[in-house]
Structures are given as C-alpha cells and as structure tokens.
C-alpha cells in the first residue's frame, strides 16, 4: 500500500508543479511581461492548464485512488495521508467532468481577455472588453454544464471558489447582513462630516510608500528571503511555493491608501500561503482552504490589524517620520478616524469596510443575472450603474470607475466576488477567537508585536492548508458555521464609536 500511496504523491507533485508554474507566469504576466508577450502567453497557459487537467482526469490516476480506499479508511481522518486521498479523489472527480480542452479554452481566453481589460479600463470604454466578456461568459456556460444541474446555475461557479457553499446560502447570509448594515450606514450618512480624512490626500512619493509598506508588512512577518513586493494594475498575491509568496500592490501618488492597506491586505494572503505545513509542500493542500478563508486573513491583517488605534499607537509617528509635511501636524486620533471613514464610494478595493459590503452584493446579483441570461452583457454598464444609485447613491462618471474596475470578469473569475463579504465576516468570527485566546494582543500591536497572533493564526488555521474542507476548516478555528453576528457587532461598536452612534 505504501508504494502505491507514494506513486500518488508522485503524480500529485507533479500536477501541483505544473499548477505552480502556471501561478508563476500568470504573477509574471501581471507584473514584468512587457505587452507583446500577451499573445504567445495564452497559449502556454493553455498548454500547461491542458497538461494538468489531463493528468489529474487520468483513469489510472482514478484506478489509484479506489485502490488506496482501504488504506485511507485505515487512516485517522485528520492525518495528512487520508486528508490528500480524500481531496485528490475530489478534485480527480470535478477533473474528469470538464474536457481539458475547455480548461485550456478559459485559460487561453482568459489571458487574452485580461490584456484587452487593461486597455479597455485605460480608456474607459467597456466596448473594447465585450467580445472578451462575452467569450469568457459562453466558457462559463459550457463549463456548467458539464456538470449535474444544481439547484442554481451560480453554484457550479461558486463552488470552484468556495467548495461546497450554495448560492441560496450566500444570498442568507448577505440577507442577515444587510438587515444591520444599510441602518448602520444610514446613520452614519446622517453624520457624514463627523470625519473629515483631507490627511490621505496630498503628495506621497512613491518610493516612501513603499519603504513605509515594507516596514509595516516585515513587522507582519515579510522577509526578503521568502517574499517579493511589486507593483501591478490590479493587487493581488500569487506563490510558488510557501516560501516563496509574491505579493503585489498599487501606488497613487496623491491617496495613501491603495498602497497602505492594499499591502497589508495581499501580506494576509500571504501569510495564509505561507503558514501552510511544510509536509504538505507539492500536494493539491498546500494552499488555502477556501477565498472565503483566505479573504478572512487579508481582510484581518488590513482592517482588524491594520484600521485599529493600537496599531497607528505603534506606527503613527513612523509615518509622520515618512511623510512630515503631509502628518506632521496631524493628530494620530485624525488620522484614525480619517482612514475610518464611511463614504460611498465607487471604487470597491478602497471602500472603508461598511460600503464595501454593498460593492459586493452589487457584483454578486449581476453576476447571477448573467448566469441565468436575465441580463444581456452589452446591457451591463447600464445595470451596474444604475444599482451603484440605489445601493451607494452614486453616479458612475465613465466605465473605468464603473463596471471596468475589476480584474475579475477578464480572468474568468465569475462566482469569486461573494467570498470578498464570507471573509469580512469570517475575519471577526476568527477574531473573536483569537482576543480570546491572547487577550493582551492589542496591548502587543502598540508595542509593534504581531508575532503572537500570526502564529496563533498559522496553528488555528494556516497549517491545515486544504486538508479539511472549508466548512470543517472553520469550525475547527471557531467552533462553528459561518455568522454574522461578530461582524456586525465589530462594525456597530466600532463606526458607532467614530461617529458617536452608541
Ligand atoms: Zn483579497
């Protein structure tokens, strides 16, 4: 048995490299390849996306797993072993439902499409991006249907995303948020110049950004050794292996916090990919266990951590030191309050954390239009603008700010944007657990200490990487299913104590 469960490690590595080396040069796309590299990239990303779906679809592959079913039933259910069996048999299965010329077919278009994005988003002219959108759109139809219907055409795409979670569930559990935060932004609208956050806006010099950037994220646990930090259009973070995390972010020279908190939020991502098991290196569980986890973790570093007194009692007057003609004449409880303001705002990744809820279910209703060919895609601009009014009271000015902003639609990344909202509220259930767990944590942030919470992090949560499914994954952290409760109990007590609502 042993020898038969080390030529499923074998073959499992060598799906997971070509998984890695597809990681890699997407990060390279995104980051260094100059334009003209774009053409012949899709093409390679089709190739190894082809090559990996192959071999993880593969019969013998099938006839290996069912021949290790004895001895993963022999296993512990929590052992390594028994945890690659399982997931490999999982993913063996979904593999075999989708032609690897479909696979190749979304990589290649996805590729393409998120060149033509990035010229469409420059211009802000979302007609450049339709033929793509639509492409990538038809992909998705056939993608779902080689599948068994579901109760809902979304949950095929949801579950690449966020394994096992329904669309009907998702719409609850955004139902239950809604009912607390549209007063509570309300309320706050009523105060809307309790806050005045003109400090974020001025002359930050890019090169200062970063330095301030690299400070605070080697605090969080960056080092050169095993992470890189570069530039991109639209942040994200991406590994190669869990020593080896390239985290990426944006500089506006004139706002602070795309750059700010961008950082911290892609340094949460990395943190959870690089807290994985080292035993589980090159095996399809070494990765997070759901973007709804892993949102939990960037979502928590950038605003648990990152939007909190204790922190900026550490590194306020490092930033004062880095920018003095922007904050050396502000107080530290200004700029607190500035970086938690809430204002509708039409950019999502720099909505403060009330709004950019909104930002989310706005995304997740189209998307499901889409899917179920209620909303024609030539007709999307219209329809996100007008739910931008109803939901922020926003007018969108042009598409670049609008329904162009995102990198996901070009990435083939329909049923993704929900987990963005799962995490917020994951983030606080975690928390919770982990005040409890180090009651003295915020006394250790003002002291610059973040050492504490990211190893609880990484013994709670990273170190399982996929082993367990998400719902297991979260209960095993804090003891039970998805709830809004902490979030919302963390957004009222803290906004209604910056706004004077309590
Ligand atoms: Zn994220």
């Known amino acids: 048995m042993n020898e038969k469960f080390a030529e499923l490690k074998t073959r499992l590595a060598e799906i997971h490299d070509i998984d890695k080396i597809h990681w890699?040069?997407?990060w390279d796309q995104r980051t260094m390849m100059p334009h003209g590299g774009a053409a012949v990239r899709a093409e390679q990303l089709a190739t190894l996306e082809k090559l990996r779906y192959e071999k993880f679809g593969a019969d013998d592959l099938g006839r290996l797993l069912d021949d290790l079913r004895p001895y993963e039933e022999s296993l512990p259910y929590d052992s390594d072993e028994a945890g690659l069996i399982r997931v490999a048999r999982r993913d063996h299965a979904k593999a075999r439902r989708v032609p690897p010329e479909l696979r190749a077919a979304m990589a290649r278009t996805a590729s393409v499409a998120s060149e033509a994005w990035i010229e469409a988003r420059k211009q802000s002219d979302y007609s450049l991006f339709l033929p793509h959108l639509q492409k990538n759109v038809e992909l998705k139809h056939k993608y779902v249907e080689c599948f068994d219907d579901a109760d809902h055409v979304y949950d095929i795409l949801l579950d690449d995303f966020e394994p096992g979670m329904k669309t009907a569930e998702v719409r609850a559990v955004f139902d239950d948020l809604k009912k607390d935060l549209v007063p509570l932004i309300a309320a706050i609208a009523q105060k809307s110049d309790a806050v005045d956050d003109?400090?974020?806006?001025?002359?930050?010099?890019?090169d200062r950004q970063r330095e301030f950037c690299l400070a605070v994220i080697k605090r969080f646990g960056f080092n050169a050794n095993s992470w890189r930090l570069d530039p991109t259009v639209h942040p994200f973070a991406s590994n190669s292996c869990t020593t080896d995390i390239r985290?990426?972010?944006r500089y506006h020279q004139d706002f602070i916090n795309a750059a700010l908190f961008g950082t911290m939020h892609e340094c949460g991502h990395g943190l959870y990919e690089n807290g994985v098991s080292p035993a589980l290196e090159r095996t399809p569980l070494c990765r997070g266990a759901s973007l709804g986890l892993h949102e939990s973790q960037s979502r928590m570093w950038e605003n648990l951590?990152?939007?909190?007194?204790?922190?900026?009692?550490?590194?306020?007057?490092?930033?004062?030191?880095?920018?003095p003609s922007q904050f050396g004449g502000v107080s530290m409880e200004t700029f607190y309050r500035a970086i938690n303001k809430v204002q509708p705002s039409l950019i999502r990744v720099e909505a403060d954390e009330a709004t950019y809820n909104l930002h989310i279910i706005l995304r997740f209703e189209l998307e499901q239009e889409i899917m179920e060919g209620k909303l024609a895609l030539r007709d999307l601009p219209e329809a996100w603008n007008a739910r931008m009014k109803s939901y922020l009271g926003l007018d969108v000015p042009d598409d670049a700010q609008g329904v162009l902003q995102d990198i996901h639609w070009s990435s083939g990344m329909l049923g993704y944007f929900p987990t963005y909202s799962l995490g917020n509220i994951?983030?606080?259930?975690?928390?919770e657990k982990a005040l409890a767990a180090m009651p003295d944590l915020?006394?250790?942030f003002e002291r610059g200490e973040f050492m504490a919470l990211r190893e609880w992090l990484r013994e709670a949560l990273h170190k399982h990487g996929r082993k367990f499914t998400p719902t297991e994954t979260l209960a095993k952290v804090v003891g039970g299913p998805i709830s809004v409760k902490p979030y919302v109990n963390y957004l009222q007590s803290k906004l209604g104590d910056i706004y004077g609502l309590n």
């Open 24 to 26: 890699v040069l997407n």
């Open 198 to 206: 003109s400090c974020l806006h001025g002359q930050f010099p890019v």
């Open 247 to 249: 985290i990426t972010t």
């Open 305 to 323: 951590v990152g939007r909190s007194r204790p922190f900026w009692r550490y590194f306020f007057p490092k930033l004062q030191a880095a920018f």
């Open 426 to 431: 994951i983030s606080c259930q975690i928390w």
């Open 442 to 444: 915020y006394d250790q």
